[in-house]
């Protein structure tokens, strides 16, 4: 996609290392310990496309997320959004810039103002960044809500957050995130906090608005069959790295990298008959502090060999997909 569409977003060599804290030891050795949240990672994302970033808890794809939309500085790279580079501008430039891209929050529980109504919390951003009259401000607001299938929207825009439910609550926050008609959103587990019925709702929601609004998504989740339920491609992150990268079918029907075929190999099938070789992968995901030599996914990996130990395998095109990984 990424070939024939119009870029967007070009994520170049990110990095975003937090300094640990330094025991008394450290401070007279003058040692420094970093945790590389996220370790040097470049993507695309076009005009119109949704890219799911998928990985555990701790692989860093939280962190990602927020430093494309520079809600954390990053430590190295850059951020390049339509020749701005995001990573570098000043915050009232950053401020023009938030227009167009915004961000849908994983709990609508904590991400809403209980003091605020419905539709004071939908038209901040209008009031804040001023796009428009304020005259037109209440039917920009109704339009969104109404989008968002909370209908009547006047009778939810005067109720205060505690009156909805946890599936109305993050259709408020989607409704936030459109009002001012942004170009791309990222959407960090927006269905996470829910329940089933309701989470197949929001995804089918996300879908819908993504073609209306001609918007681009970038998903994140750690759930694949969601991933692949939305996304046009995937992003495999492990330990802050991304291990494969590429179009959704193709990575989820022939996974390559060791690691995105284990978490594919885990997802529950509908079918108990179906025969799926199970992958098991040892152990919890380490922190990212003491990374391991060479590949850092080879203290769980069941098919690491020597070179695996020794060096860093960085993303190369095989078989059509790019995947850190030093097999065929
Ligand atoms: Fe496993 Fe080696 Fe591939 Fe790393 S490089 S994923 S350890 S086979």
């Not at 804290?21 to 949704?50: M, P, W």
């Not at 494969?244 to 108990?272: F, R």
């Amino acid at each position: 996609m990424s070939t024939k569409s119009e870029v967007i977003f070009k994520v170049k060599s990110l990095k975003k290392w937090f300094t640990t804290r330094r025991g008394l030891f450290d401070s007279l050795t003058g040692k420094q310990e970093y945790v590389r949240a996220v370790d040097n990672i470049s993507f695309e994302i076009c005009k119109h496309e949704v890219v799911c970033m998928v990985g555990e808890s701790g692989s860093g794809k939280t962190t990602a997320a927020r430093l494309i939309l520079r809600l954390e500085d990053p430590t190295e790279g850059q951020i390049l959004y339509k020749g701005n580079d995001i990573a570098k501008e000043k915050q009232s430039e950053l401020r023009k810039l938030r227009r167009h891209m915004q961000m849908v929050f994983q709990d609508p529980y904590e991400s809403l103002d209980p003091r605020m109504t419905i539709f004071e919390i939908v038209s901040e951003p209008l009031r804040v960044i001023k796009i428009c009259p304020r005259s037109e401000i209440p039917i920009r607001v109704m339009k969104a809500l109404e989008d968002v299938g909370l209908i009547p929207a006047s009778d939810f825009s005067i109720r205060f957050p505690h009156e909805l439910s946890g599936g109305q609550r993050q259709r408020v926050s989607i409704a936030r995130a459109l009002i001012l008609n942004p170009e791309f959103i990222i959407a960090d587990e927006p269905a996470s906090m829910l329940d089933a019925n309701t989470r197949i709702e929001i995804l089918n929601l996300l879908l819908d608005l993504q073609v209306r609004y001609k918007m681009g998504i970038l998903f994140i989740t750690h759930d694949l069959a969601q991933a692949r339920y939305l996304g046009h491609r995937i992003i495999i992150l492990y330990l802050g790295k991304i291990v494969e990268q590429g179009e959704v079918e193709l990575v989820i029907k022939s996974p390559h990298h060791p690691y995105t075929k284990a978490l594919i190999s885990n997802i529950p099938v509908p079918d108990p008959e179906a025969k799926r070789e199970r992958i098991e992968i040892e152990g919890e995901i380490p922190t990212a502090i003491q990374l391991p030599p060479g590949c850092r996914f080879s203290p769980r990996c069941p098919y690491a060999f020597e070179r695996c130990k020794e060096e860093e395998p960085e993303l190369m095109m095989k078989h059509g997909r790019l995947s850190a990984c030093w097999l065929d």
